[in-house]
């Protein structure tokens, strides 16, 4: 089993920053794991944000390159989303992912708010 427990979240105007964090624990080897986040808009399907993989190679959606950097601490079982020049369309639930053994393991999700 793995646990993935996001936090970070809130309530930011739009050109704010956030940075979201998730913390890996259970039966993982943390630091051969490639790390994904993923967001989900009311109304909208679940959609891949940003993926790190173990060596530190990252790709990102098109609708937040440039603004959105992944990266993660294997020291601290940790992957995070710094999340800059927030508009009001990154409005979602973030979603910690990972593909481990034969299973797909999510976080609970942290709400990410962003008002005019």
């Known amino acids: 089993q793995v646990q993935l427990v996001e936090s970070g979240g809130g309530l930011v105007q739009a050109g704010g920053s956030l940075r979201l964090s998730c913390a890996a624990s259970g039966s993982i080897i943390f630091s051969i794991a490639a790390m994904d986040w993923y967001r989900q808009a009311p109304g909208k399907q679940r959609e891949l944000v940003a993926i790190?993989?173990?060596?530190?190679?990252?790709n990102y959606a098109d609708s937040v390159k440039g603004r959105f950097t992944i990266s993660r601490d294997n020291a601290k079982n940790t992957v995070y989303l710094q999340m800059n020049s927030l508009k009001l369309e990154d409005t979602a639930v973030y979603y910690c992912h990972n593909d481990w053994g034969s299973f797909s393991y999510w976080g609970q999700g942290t709400q990410v708010t962003v008002s005019s």
């Open positions: 790190i993989t173990n060596s530190g190679r990252t």
